[in-house]
C-alpha cells in the first residue's frame, strides 16, 4: 500500500467536539463527562453515543520463552500459562492467538527482516535505501486520525539504531514498527517529559511549571457546573495527571542534563548510553510512564491510535530487577530458561498494566478497555532459532463489542494462506471503519477472528 493508495477523496472530518482546560502555554483535553455533552461523536439515530474505538500496540522484540507460552479454555475459565499470568484478571477480555506469521519476513536474514514490515507486511529491501510499506497503525492515523488532536502516538522505550546489519539489512527496520510511508519510519519519541508535553500542548519558556497550576481557575469553574459523579471523575483524572506529571518532571531534569552533556562532547544524545543518554535507568520506571502517556492520550482522545517498541530485537536493555545477567539479546539465545521466561513475563505485564488503566476508566456502561483493542506481539517465536515462523499474539479489549474476546485461537494448522497476521489487521480495521481490498501480503479477513 503506497502513501498515494492512502489518500482518499474524503471531505476532511472536523476534529470531534470535546471539552479543554486552558492556561497560560498549555492545553488539557478532559475525558468524556456525562454532564457535558461535548465530548467525542455525536448520538446516533436511537440518541445512543458512540464511543471512539481505540487501537494500541506493543511491540517486545527476539520473542518469549515458548515452553511458557499457552493458555486452553475460554472466558473467566481459561488457564494461563506462567508467562501470560499477569493477564489473569483479564481473561474475559483476552485473546490469545497462536500460528499467525508474517510471510514476508521468514527467510530473509535475522533480525531487521524480521522486525521492520511487523506492522505492514510488506518485503524490506536490503541496502542503503529504505523499502516496505506503510503500518497498521498509520493506516488508521490516516483515515480517522483526522477526528483527533493528534493522529497517532509514537513512543519506544529505547533509541534507535543506526547503521548496517551483517544481513544487510538497515538497522533502521529494528529500531521502528510504525511507517508512515514505505521509505520513511515515524520518529518515535524515547523521552517521557516531552512524550508528556506533546499531550497538553505544553511549550515554550513554562514548561517547567506545572500544568495544572496554569489551568486551575478553569478547573474550578468547571467543577461548579458539572455533576457529582463528574466531579469525581474530573479530580481522579486531575490526581493522575499530576502524578504523572511529577515523574516526568523528575526525568525533565535529566534530559536536560543530558543535552548539556552531549553538547559538552561534541556529540548527539542519540549516541550516548542510558543514563548518560537522560533516559531513565531503570526500565520499569521509563515503560510504566509511558504506558501512563498512552492512558492519558486515550482517555481524553488527544489520540485514538499508539505504538510502544518497549524494545528492539537487538535490544541492549537489562534487568537486573529480574535477577537476570545478559541484556534483552543475548539473554533471548537462552530463552528455554527461567531468566528469559521472567523477561516475557514482565513484558506482558506491561500490557495487564495499560489495560488496568483503561479499564479503571468508566465509559458509558463500560470502560474506555471496552471500546479499545491493544494489541501486543513479537516479531520471534523463539530467539534462540530465531524462528518466525509463528508468532506470539495477544489482544485485549472488544473495540465497543465488534470483537469477541476470552478466546485462545490456533492457527497454526490452517494452512499458510489462512495464518496470514495481515488478515488480523484487515479484519482489526474492518471493526474500526476501515475496510481495504488488500494490505501488506493479504486479502482475506482471518476466519474466526
Not at 5 to 17: A, G, H, I, K, L
Request: proline residues 6%; charged residues 25%; neutral net charge.
Amino acid at each position: 500500500m503506497s502513501s498515494r493508495e492512502m489518500n482518499t477523496d474524503r471531505p476532511v472530518q472536523p476534529v470531534s467536539r470535546r471539552l479543554f482546560l486552558r492556561g497560560a502555554g498549555v492545553a488539557m483535553a478532559l475525558p468524556w463527562l456525562e454532564s457535558v455533552p461535548v465530548w467525542g461523536a455525536e448520538p446516533d439515530a436511537k440518541g445512543k453515543s458512540a464511543f471512539p474505538q481505540r487501537f494500541v500496540v506493543q511491540f517486545m522484540g527476539n520473542g518469549i520463552n515458548p515452553d511458557q507460552w499457552s493458555a486452553k479454555g475460554e472466558g473467566a475459565g481459561m488457564e494461563l500459562s506462567k508467562s501470560l499470568s499477569p493477564l489473569e484478571p483479564f481473561k474475559t477480555k483476552l485473546n490469545v492467538i497462536g500460528g499467525l506469521f508474517n510471510k514476508p519476513s521468514t527467510g530473509v536474514g535475522i533480525h531487521p527482516g524480521m522486525t521492520g514490515n511487523i506492522l505492514s507486511g510488506m518485503p524490506l529491501q536490503r541496502g542503503a535505501v529504505l523499502q516496505g510499506g506503510i503500518s497498521i497503525d498509520q493506516v488508521l492515523a490516516s483515515r480517522i486520525g483526522q477526528e483527533t488532536v493528534q493522529p497517532s502516538l509514537v513512543l519506544a522505550c529505547e533509541q534507535p539504531l543506526t547503521g548496517y546489519h551483517e544481513s544487510n539489512f538497515s538497522m533502521a527496520y529494528s529500531s521502528h514498527i510504525s511507517w508512515q510511508s514505505s521509505d520513511s519510519p515515524v520518529p518515535t519519541e524515547v523521552y517521557p517529559s516531552l512524550a508528556f508535553d506533546s499531550l497538553f500542548e505544553n511549550n515554550g519558556s513554562r514548561r517547567n511549571q506545572s500544568i495544572l497550576d496554569r489551568v486551575r481557575d478553569e478547573a474550578t469553574g468547571l467543577r461548579k457546573r458539572i455533576s457529582a459523579g463528574d466531579r469525581a471523575k474530573l479530580d481522579e483524572y486531575l490526581t493522575s495527571v499530576r502524578e504523572v506529571e511529577q515523574r516526568a518532571q523528575k526525568l525533565r531534569t535529566d534530559m536536560d542534563k543530558a543535552a548539556t552533556r552531549a553538547a559538552d562532547r561534541g556529540k548527539p544524545m542519540v549516541a550516548m548510553k542510558r543514563p548518560d543518554n537522560g533516559l531513565p535507568e531503570d526500565i520499569r520506571e521509563h515503560m510504566r510512564l509511558m504506558c501512563d502517556i498512552v492512558a492519558l492520550a486515550i482517555q481524553t482522545d488527544k489520540t485514538r491510535i499508539a505504538t510502544m517498541l518497549m524494545c528492539r530485537d537487538l535490544s541492549g536493555l537489562f534487568y537486573p530487577f529480574l535477577d537476570v545477567r545478559d541484556a534483552h539479546h543475548p539473554a533471548s539465545h537462552y530463552d528455554t530458561g527461567d531468566a528469559y521466561e521472567r523477561v516475557a513475563r514482565f513484558y506482558v505485564s506491561q500490557l495487564a498494566y495499560l489495560a488496568g488503566k483503561l479499564a479503571a476508566m468508566p465509559e458509558g456502561e463500560g470502560s474506555v478497555l471496552d471500546n479499545s483493542c491493544l494489541l501486543w506481539l513479537s516479531n520471534m517465536w523463539s530467539g534462540s532459532k530465531h524462528d518466525n515462523t509463528h508468532l506470539p499474539v495477544l489482544t485485549v479489549g472488544g473495540l465497543g463489542g465488534s470483537l469477541a474476546t476470552g478466546r485462545v485461537l490456533n492457527f497454526r494448522d490452517k494452512g499458510d494462506e489462512n495464518r496470514k497476521l495481515c488478515s488480523l489487521y484487515l479484519s482489526i480495521m474492518d471493526r474500526m471503519g476501515v475496510e481495504l481490498p488488500r494490505f501488506g501480503d493479504a486479502d482475506t479477513r482471518l476466519v474466526g477472528i
